[in-house]
Nanobody, 114 residues
């Protein structure tokens, strides 16, 4: 099976920044979109941001302006730049990639704490 490997998570102070990366273990063709979701303790998994293969982006309204998604289609890689992080951003962040199927990473922990 295809594996998506996330990296860049960790512990940061409120107001800090992190950059998450996600790369596929093998070349994936005909990608429709890539994105990031997150799941905080006691909450449902929610969409953070998505970007189509053509570059169109969608963000959760509450995160627009703080988070930026980008991608490198040739490398099957998606990034998430997170700025002005808040404690409520603490969650496991999951990478997602779609072609005719739907692929998920194992998640990377982001903890925002003073």
């Amino acid at each position: 099976q295809v594996q998506l490997v996330e990296s860049g998570g960790g512990l940061v102070q409120p107001g800090g920044s992190l950059r998450l990366s996600c790369a596929a273990s093998t070349t994936i063709f005909d990608i429709t979109s890539m994105g990031w979701y997150r799941q905080a303790p006691g909450k449902q998994r929610e969409l953070v941001a998505r970007i189509s293969s053509g570059g169109d982006t969608n963000y959760a309204d509450s995160l627009k302006g703080r988070f930026t998604i980008s991608r490198d289609n040739a490398k099957n890689t998606v990034y998430l730049e997170m700025n002005n992080l808040k404690p409520e951003d603490t969650a496991v962040y999951y990478c997602n990639l779609r072609n005719t199927r739907n692929y998920w990473g194992q998640g990377t922990q982001v903890t925002v704490s003073s």
